[in-house]
């Protein structure tokens, strides 16, 4: 069986500054589009955006929602990093080095879309750590 995909679906409240945000700004393949909805590849992912009236609120932190990506190698995140910075985009917590020494430690960065969504990139120091090393507390921030 090949590898599925991951498909996820996003609130929105405009289709321009969304396109600003994920293609010119993240670098995302523009898919299907329509005055309601539009398909973006993020690395292979489909993630879905759907303009909603209803007020999209703020989180208190970056809990309960957010979504990301977490990369295998540290180049392809700090291009990434790179990328975000060049392009001006929202930065909801700047990057960060997690956990050093530890069998989780890892580096990640938050960004902001126009619309309060939080996205997390990250990048593990041990591939382990990315389904692994349950023997380890450490699951997030401390709340």
């Not at 600003?20 to 398909?39: H, K, N, P, T």
Request: hydrophobic share 35%; aromatic share 14%.
């Amino acid at each position: 069986m090949k590898n599925p995909i991951f498909h996820l679906a996003f609130p929105i409240g405009d289709i321009s500054q969304t396109k600003a945000f994920y293609v010119d700004g993240l670098g995302c393949e523009l898919g299907r589009e329509s005055r309601q909805a539009l398909i973006l590849n993020l690395y292979g992912h489909q993630i879905v955006a759907h303009v909603t009236q209803d007020e999209i609120p703020l989180q208190n932190g970056i809990y309960p929602r957010h979504f990301g990506l977490v990369f295998h190698e540290l180049g392809d995140w700090e291009i990434l990093l790179d990328r975000a910075k060049r392009n001006g985009l929202k930065f909801y917590q700047d990057p960060k080095h997690r956990f050093p020494g530890q069998p989780t430690e890892h580096q990640t960065f938050f960004l902001e879309d126009p619309f309060h969504n939080l996205l997390e990139f990250k990048y593990y120091h041990h591939p382990s750590a990315i389904f692994g090393e349950r023997e380890s507390a450490e699951v997030g921030e401390r709340v």
